[in-house]
């Protein structure tokens, strides 16, 4: 009889075309099919199963330690109601099936397919369940949304397995957090085993922890040699070891103060060197605004000059006038009162513009 093991997770560490290419392997030869599994891919199961089916001699079935989702349903396809060699496990064994569960992702069409098809994996699950349990498909698909766990002692009870093995200890890795209704005997049986282990397994055990140095002697011939170091040795030991970190520590601390100062420096200096360029930017831009505006005044005056000369008028002089002065004030006046009065008024600055004497 050959046996094929379906131990791990379906679909990744146990896959549809490693078990089929073993069952081909088995042509006319019976075989066991050993479960330790926590389930997985459906699909992949319903090809493990088409296997189990199609095989030419009788496939029996054993349960290990635990058949949850998928793998439980791999499991109840091995009973004898299902022509094959019947399915047994160890009473304190573990059987457990749910509704398919899916990570969900994609578009809203997308979902939608991925819903059509849960419920139609959903609907296949629950035929089965109910032929197993003798329900029927709407109290299989009731109790499939609640989970359903069996111990091997209530599978035989209820007619699932056909014999019960010698007790096997679980998987106590197992994965438990994606489980809703899992029985307190179950969790108790992990827990155990877990402290068996603990107890047992010579990795938790402490061991005493020595230290050793390494150093050169001071023979004829040096070489390298090592010395455990006892409990007067550690704090010299301790000490020193204290001292160079300490001494790391300043050193680090110091070459990160000067990286920090060049920084600052190198910052410094960058901006002054901006500051002037903008600057001189800006001394350019009010250069090239005054040029711009004088430009402007000076269309403005030949386009206004130009339409005074269509209408046959004289250009209009924008500059303003040079201040005349008192000289020419006084000889623009006539002979007179006019004169005389503005000599009266302005004695002063016409004695320096005409010399003393001159306007008598």
Do not use: C
Not at 7 to 33: D, H, K
């Amino acid at each position: 009889m050959k046996e094929i093991m379906i131990y791990g997770p379906i679909g990744s560490q146990v896959t549809a075309r490693e078990v089929v290419q073993q069952f081909q392997e088995a042509r006319g030869e019976e075989v066991l099919l050993r479960i330790n599994s926590e389930g997985g891919s459906v699909l992949e199961g319903e090809a493990i199963l088409n296997a189990i089916r199609q095989h030419d001699e009788k496939v029996y079935g054993q349960v290990d330690g635990y058949a949850f989702s998928m793998a439980g349903i791999i499991a109840l396809g091995l009973r004898e109601e299902e022509g094959q060699g019947g399915l047994t496990m160890p009473a304190d064994g573990w059987l457990m099936l749910h509704d398919v569960r899916v990570g969900a992702g994609g578009t809203v069409e997308d979902l939608e397919r991925m819903l059509a098809q849960i419920k139609s994996m959903n609907a296949s699950i629950a035929v089965k369940v109910a032929s197993a349990f003798n329900i029927s498909e709407e109290e299989a698909a009731k109790r499939l949304k609640n989970e359903i766990w069996m111990s091997g002692a209530e599978a035989l009870e209820a007619g699932i397995v056909s014999a019960l093995n010698p007790s096997e200890a679980l998987a106590a890795q197992l994965d438990t957090s994606s489980f809703t209704n899992m029985p307190k005997e179950f969790l108790r049986g992990i827990q155990d085993e877990e402290s068996t282990q603990e107890e047992t397994d010579p990795s938790t055990t402490t061991n005493e922890m020595k230290l050793f140095k390494l150093f050169k002697n001071d023979k004829a011939e040096p070489s390298l040699e090592f010395a455990e170091i006892g409990p007067d040795d550690l704090g010299a030991e301790l000490a020193e070891a204290q001292k160079s970190l300490d001494e790391a520590v300043a050193t680090h601390s110091a070459q990160l103060i000067a990286r920090d100062e060049k920084h600052a420096e190198a910052l410094q200096n960058a901006l002054s060197e901006q500051e002037v360029e903008l600057s001189a930017k800006h001394a350019e831009e009010l250069a090239k605004k005054d040029e711009a505006i004088e430009a402007a005044s000076n269309s403005s005056e030949e386009k206004a000059n130009e339409i005074l000369a269509q209408a046959g008028h004289s250009p209009v002089e924008t500059t303003e006038p040079q201040e005349e002065s008192i000289k020419d004030k006084y000889l623009a006046l006539s002979p007179g009162e006019d004169r005389a009065k503005f000599r009266a008024d302005n004695a002063e600055e016409l004695k320096e513009a005409f010399g003393s004497g001159a306007l008598k």
